[in-house]
């Protein structure tokens, strides 16, 4: 960043000088030009973005869902991508690999992330979430467990 200050300010006192000099005016127009191909770099590796809310789901569904229900029910969680705000949508069912720990009482975790609670609050609202809670009742023994947090 100090190094971008510092370019920023020579290009600024070249630009203030009066002197008509063909080679000082080229040197300047390319060090303007390497100055926004610059600024526009660090864009994109730091984006105005305000930070990433992630969102976790975990659902606990019925002892007698058959294979058929599962993949409905999974899929109508993926329909979840279709709404604007919803970034990184990952669906997925748990895996018994005999740590006591595990959160084993729930079958499948979805997990997505959001600009901004802006956005987050959004979804909320959106028909297509508003129609997987409804979908859902017909699938979940419990109402859904969630986590949010954000991405450090």
């Known amino acids: 960043m100090k190094n971008f200050i510092s370019l920023f300010l020579l290009v600024s006192f070249l630009a203030s000088c009066q ?23 660090l864009g994109k590796l730091n984006p105005t973005q305000e930070y990433s809310l992630v969102h976790e789901v975990y659902f606990n569904v019925k002892d007698d869902l ?5 993949e409905v029910f999974h899929q109508s969680i993926l329909r979840l991508k279709d709404i604007p705000w919803v970034q990184n949508l990952v669906v997925g069912e748990f895996k018994n690999l005999d740590d006591p720990r595990a959160l084993a009482e729930y079958e499948i975790k979805m997990s997505m992330e959001f600009k901004n609670e ?15 809670k409804k979908i859902a009742a017909d699938f979940v023994a419990a109402p859904p467990t969630t986590y949010d947090f954000i991405k450090k």
């Open 19 to 41: 002197n008509a000099n063909p080679q000082l005016e080229k040197e300047l127009s390319e060090t303007k030009a390497r100055l926004v191909a610059a600024k526009a770099a």
């Open 66 to 70: 058959t294979t058929e229900q599962m």
């Open 118 to 132: 802006k956005d987050y609050a959004e979804y909320q609202t959106h028909p297509i979430h508003l129609e997987l």
